[in-house]
T-cell receptor, first 114, second 114 residues
Framework: GAGVSQSPSNKVTEKGKDVELRCDPISGHTALYWYRQSLGQGLEFLIYFQGNSAPDKSGLPSDRFSAERTGGSVSTLTIQRTQQEDSAVYLC????????????FGPGTRLTVL | AQTVTQSQPEMSVQEAETVTLSCTYDTSESDYYLFWYKQPPSRQMILVIRQEAYKQQNATENRFSVNFQKAAKSFSLKISDSQLGDAAMYFCAYKETSGSRLTFGEGTQLTVNP
């Protein structure tokens, strides 16, 4: 079946602009994650959605970052007033219902803030 | 907080040879999950192998196997009969049984020489 998809693949923006990154999880997966992969910081957790529960936002680095998941499927990560330090690859992952289940990753969106 | 350490930023191996990638972690939990993910230049994180801490038997997936030493908190990945397609960045990751997020190591860049 289809894997996790993300769009756009690459995004170049100017400092101060807002950006939206999209993630389409694997059909039927109830959990969805966003991670950020940047030079010098490695891979870091951002936010986690599980079904209809309140999301775990503990990894969001600032209030400029937000995410939503509509209808328990597609998720959008929004970064407001982008800064150069936001440049990174943003990875989305999804998994089935059980916490023990494996997370499957999308190809990521490379964000470059000029 | 849990930490994952990969002490080898880069490794190289000759095609058809065997290579071992190291990973250590720190946790106070007794039950958890460990993973090795592969990230080729396409950026897509691909699950290579997973290990449940409560299982004493080391996980094996074809040419990939792990050496899980729970007391030493060590989780190394052995790649046998290395192939050119194995060249990638390899990440070790940890997840609590009841937790949601993955905690990643810094990664090891593997080069396979023909």
């Amino acid at each position: 079946g289809a894997g996790v998809s993300q769009s756009p693949s690459n995004k170049v923006t100017e400092k101060g602009k807002d950006v939206e990154l999209r993630c389409d999880p694997i059909s039927g997966h109830t959990a969805l994650y966003w991670y950020r992969q940047s030079l010098g910081q490695g891979l870091e957790f951002l936010i986690y959605f599980q079904g209809n529960s309140a999301p775990d936002k503990s990894g969001l680095p600032s209030d400029r970052f937000s995410a939503e998941r509509t209808g328990g499927s597609v998720s959008t990560l929004t970064i407001q007033r982008t800064q150069q330090e936001d440049s990174a690859v943003y990875l989305c992952a999804s998994r089935e219902n059980r916490a023990a289940d494996t997370q499957y990753f999308g190809p990521g969106t490379r964000l470059t803030v000029l | 907080a849990q930490t994952v350490t990969q002490s080898q930023p880069e490794m190289s191996v000759q095609e058809a040879e065997t290579v071992t990638l190291s990973c250590t972690y720190d946790t106070s939990e007794s039950d958890y999950y460990l993973f090795w993910y592969k990230q080729p230049p396409s950026r897509q994180m691909i699950l290579v192998i997973r290990q449940e801490a409560y299982k004493q038997q080391n996980a094996t997936e074809n040419r990939f196997s792990v050496n899980f030493q729970k007391a030493a908190k060590s989780f190394s990945l052995k790649i046998s009969d290395s192939q050119l397609g194995d060249a990638a960045m390899y990440f070790c990751a940890y997840k609590e049984t009841s937790g949601s997020r993955l905690t990643f190591g810094e990664g090891t860049q593997l080069t396979v020489n023909p």
